[in-house]
């Protein structure tokens, strides 16, 4: 199957980098170089892109995609938790902007194989980066089931997840556990009928967590925030795409902390704790797909882009 994907609020992530024509961008999620290749398309000879994600098939596709721009282009197969020391490894000190779109691409939830998706039946997997040797049927299979309920109600905030990790522990007692089909059956058995008719797909928060569990999605999050808010030159922006709230709130949070660090208490007069501002939030409000595009591609629906600007005087 060829990497396709729709590239979520494609003209409103590039255009909120507000990019310089011989700058130096990152895209921290390459995917298949949608975001990219609309960045680079604005660069004059004298600019520069760094692409980075760490599934084999988008690197791929992004590296055909982009080819045409040539030695302007680097692509790097790695995590966007690791891009401090990749930019280090590539002499890179500071950067005018970074856009990272967090979403799971169209081509890992459609390839069947690849075991994203409730809606196929294939080997539990999940894996975005395939080098890893744990995969999603390792955690449903050998996870305690306090350690089940912990990530599905912490990743996928199911109000069922007792419930659901004991039906889990439950049945691979009988047998392991080994694909998405078998998963989907057990967790819709553990929720009432009454309920699932009120709801979206009973499996959808389940497989959410799980696959946040597996790749590690949130672990690191607000630390490589916090790099990335250091490599951005001043003026600099730093764009991400979130899908659910669970990023959004970390995006959200890291964004506010940047702009007022102050640890002061509030009863006191002026700031003493010597925290300065590292720039301004660009979105007081999250931006969202357009009516047309939610229309267009159904899953664009949960998406947000918030934008963050360095200041042009923050302190080196």
Known sequence: MDFVHRSVLLSESVEGL??????????GTLGGGGHAF???RRLT?????????????????ASERLGSFGGQVTVVRGNYAQMKQILAGL???????ILLDLGVSSYQIDTVERGF??????????????????????????????????????????????????HIVSEREKHEIQTTGQLTEVICRAIPMKIQKKMGHPAKKTFQAIRIALNSELDGLKQALDDMAELLAPGGRLCIIT??????????????????????PKEFPVCVCGRV???RVVTRKPIVPSAAEQEEN???????????EKAFDTPV
């Open 18 to 27: 507000n990019i310089k024509p011989d700058g130096v961008y990152v895209d």
């Open 38 to 40: 609309e960045v680079c």
């Open 45 to 61: 000879a004298g600019g520069r892109l760094i692409g980075i994600d760490r599934d084999a098939a988008a690197i791929e596709a």
């Open 91 to 97: 002499g890179i000190e500071q950067v005018d902007g």
């Open 117 to 166: 998706s409730y809606k196929y039946d294939a080997p539990l997997d999940m894996r975005m980066d395939q080098r890893q040797t744990t995969t999603a049927r390792d955690l449903v299979n050998h996870l305690s089931e306090a350690e089940l309920y912990r990530v599905i109600r912490d990743y996928g905030e199911d109000r069922f997840a007792k419930n659901i990790a004991r």
């Open 243 to 264: 899908f659910h709230s669970l990023e959004d709130r970390i995006v959200k949070s890291m964004y506010r902390s940047f702009e007022d660090p102050c640890i002061c």
């Open 277 to 279: 501002s590292k720039g």
């Open 298 to 308: 159904s899953r664009s629906k949960s998406a947000k882009l918030r934008i963050f």
